[in-house]
């Protein structure tokens, strides 16, 4: 019985595709830092964000691109 109900929730999991765009939370969590922190960086630029409606959205890839500048900028020192 326990079968049959991971079978059924998976296919629903799998129906959605990985998210393009994601809130300043999600974006914060991704990089372990506070939401405050992450609002930080998008104010200074260090972190892509745009705004979609009212929204402010984080693309999906955004940190890791952070992420990836600032390990250069630490090999570079």
Do not use: H, K, N, W
């Not at 049959?4 to 999991?13: G, S």
């Not at 922190?37 to 952070?66: K, Q, W």
């Amino acid at each position: 019985m326990g079968t049959a109900i991971v079978d059924a929730v998976r296919p629903v999991e799998a129906a959605f595709p990985a998210p393009v765009l994601l809130t300043v939370e999600e974006a914060a969590y991704c990089l372990r830092v506070g939401r405050t922190t992450c609002f930080a960086l998008i104010r200074t630029g260090e972190l892509e964000s745009l705004m979609v409606g009212g929204l402010r959205r984080v693309p999906a890839d955004a940190p890791a691109a952070y992420l990836a500048r600032r390990r250069a900028e630490q090999q570079a020192a």
